[in-house]
Every structure is written in C-alpha cells, then in structure tokens.
C-alpha cells in the first residue's frame, strides 16, 4: 500500500484563502484505511451508553443519573461545529488526530479504573464530556482525510468504510467492552484493551499522504476564520450544498425505535436484547453501511439515500404483519440495523459531495450537526406515538414520515431545477 504513494506538500501563503488542506497532486488513498481512522470515534461512544451505563446500572446508580450521563456524552456532538474552524485553520490534522485518539483512549481507562460509586459523578462528567469533545478531533481530522484523498469515484466506498469505522467502533466500545468487563475481575483491563485499540487506530495515519501546513506568520488569524465563514456559506448558497443541507433535515434512516423497550412484545428476553443491540447490530451495521458504500458510487446521491430512508421503513412495517416470536425480532432487528448503517453511509457521501475541500472539517460537522436533529426529534416522536396510539402506529410511522417528507423533497429539487439543466 505504501509503495508509489505521491507526498503531499501543502503551503498557505499569506494572502491565500483559509484553506489548510489541499492535495495539489491528486494524491488518494484506499477506501479502508477511513475504517480504523474512524473506530475511535465510536468506540468514545459505545463505551459510555453501554459497557459504562450497564455497570453504573448494576452497581445501584440510578436510571436517571445513567440516562443524564450518557446524554452528556451527546451534547458536545450537537455543537461541534463550533471548534471546528479551529481544527481546519490551526496546525496540522494528524496531529489533531493523534490528540483525540490517545485522549479518547485514556479517557475509557481512567473510567474503567474509577469506583462505580455516586461520589465518582463528578469525576465522570468531566471524562465522558472530554472524552466525547476530544472525540471529534478524531472525526473532523478524518474528514479532512476524506475530502482530500477520496476521488470523486470512491466517495461511495470511502463513506461506507468510514460508517463501518463509526458503527463497528460503537460495537467494541460497548460489545466488547462489556464483555471483557464481566470476565475479568480486575476493571481496568477493560479500559486499558480499548484504550489500546483506540491508540493503535492512529497508526492509520502512516497510510496517509505527508501533510505540511506552513503559514505566513503575517495572516491574521481572525482573517482565516472570516475566510472559513465564507466558504461555509458558499457551500451553504450553492445548489448541491443547500440540497444536502434541506435532506439532512428530513427524517429520513434515523432509527429511532426503541427495540429494547418494546422487545417483550415478541418474546425476547434480555440476552437476545443484548445480543441484536450490541456487537452483532453492530456487524449488521457495517454489512449495510459496505453495502450501501457500493451502491453509492454507482447511483446519485441524494436518490440512494433516499432509497436507504424507505428500506428503513420497509424492515419496520414488515415487523407489524410477521409473527411475534423472538426469532422475528431477531431478524426483524438486526436487519432495521443494516438498513440504518446504509442510511449512515448515504449521509457521508452526501456530505463528502456537497462540502468541497474547503474548510472541511467546519462544513462537515455543521451538517451533522443538523443531521442529528431529526434522530433526535424522531427519537421523541417514536415513544409519543407509542403511548399514545401503540407499537404498530409508530413502526408504520418509521415509512410514513420518510415517504412524506422525500415527496416534499424531490418535489422541491425538480420545481428548483435550473432551466438549462432541466432543459
């Protein structure tokens, strides 16, 4: 893989545009290496809604506090945008990189070596917090690596590694994690193994291209970040960014069914609940997201996301006419999970479309930071229905919603078609 890989060398002169990161020579990578560079990221995750939740959960800490917990670990997902210029202006993204990993991955060991006590709180709501903020230094350096070394004919395959990367790291920090946790007496061989695997994640930096940032000590640093807003809204006002930025908000692949809250409704007991929600939903995850990555590179975009959105929808209305037996929600679950991983995977592409190379690492997250809103209203809008109407109402709900609201879409890209185009 080394061998004949062009060296990349990046210079920003003084009067140039905020623009850190730029190829010049085409230079690219295999689609993989966004697999391993993206497992941190996950695994920050996994580890504190499950292998740390459930041993919170066991040793008396109430449900509350956990659910508390684990929100934290979300919110700084929800604003990362907001250091985000910070890592496309300043320094170099392998170093970011290497910042995040190896503070995610001793963050998990000072947590698995911490007493699971209520005097311990405090202590936790800094770990998880800094470990979920230090966790996008390792998703926006890997963006960057994205936008940069993915040809326009592998954005496909890069997104659908990359979600693999995501979703199978969510499956070691919690699957994984936990298991080890309840087989070994001593609690920091847990931390301590993941820790080691989020560290040897950055050795897929070697794989990548030399990066060089050199700067004119003569640039002003407000004047790079004003030239990052500017090119935020440029992606903002052009047609392929505004798009991908209207699709990001539609509730389209956002799992929200709480499949362990109604899974005595088939029969299923708490090891099969364990078994679909962690490490095999998480296999059938990375299927999907590899998956849908191939089909990506061979169907426009927006129209192969859409496709993922009603497979969603499809698996969870299947669920109301098959019958309700343990098998089923087995099955049932672990394909749901699939379905969302390729829905994962067409979001990325979306994104790695519609960004451009610019201020990446800022355009990236502030659609995924809209494009957590609708999981997190559908979230809500799945438990109303539930109580209210029932399980059926709100799996036809998981096809309903999406099927509305792509028909407002596509309605809207063919009434804003350019005329030439059109034409």
Known sequence: MARGRPVLSVHIEADAPADPIHTGGGASVSPWVFAPLFAPFGISSGYVTVTLGFLLSRAGLSTALIATLIALSVWPQTVKMLWAPFVDTIGNPKVWYAVGTFTVGLSILAM???????????????????????STFVSM???IFMVNFVPPETRGRASGWSQAGNLGGAGIGGGIGLLVAENFTQPWVSGALLAAICIACWGATLLLPKLERTASAARNYFAELKEVAVNVWGVAKSRPGYL?????????????VPWSAIAGEWNAGA???????????????????MAAGFICDRMDLKRAYSMYGIFVGLVAVAMIALPRTPLVFT??????????????????????????????ATNWNLM??????PI??????????????????????????????????????????PKRAAA
């Open 244 to 256: 991908a930025l209207i699709i990001m908000l539609l509730p389209i692949g956002s799992g929200g």
């Open 141 to 143: 350096a890997t963006e």
């Open 331 to 360: 099955v049932g679950v672990l394909a749901y999970s699939a379905m969302v991983g390729m829905a994962y995977t067409g979001y990325a592409a979306i994104v790695l479309e519609a960004i451009g190379k610019k201020s990446a």
């Open 112 to 134: 698995s070596v911490l007493p699971k006590t209520q005097a311990e709180v405090p202590l936790y709501i800094a770990l998880i917090v800094g470990s979920s903020v230090t």
């Open 376 to 417: 997190a209203m559908m979230s809500m809008i799945d438990g109303q229905i539930h109580d209210s109407f029932g399980t059926n109402a709100m799996l036809a709900g998981e096809l309903a919603f999406p099927a509305i609201a792509l028909v407002l879409f596509w309605t809207f890209v063919g009434a804003t078609r």
């Open 368 to 373: 995924a930071a809209l494009s957590n809103i």
């Open 271 to 289: 090891n099969t609940v364990a078994l679909v929600n962690g490490v095999s939903g998480g296999i059938a995850s990375i299927v999907g997201a």
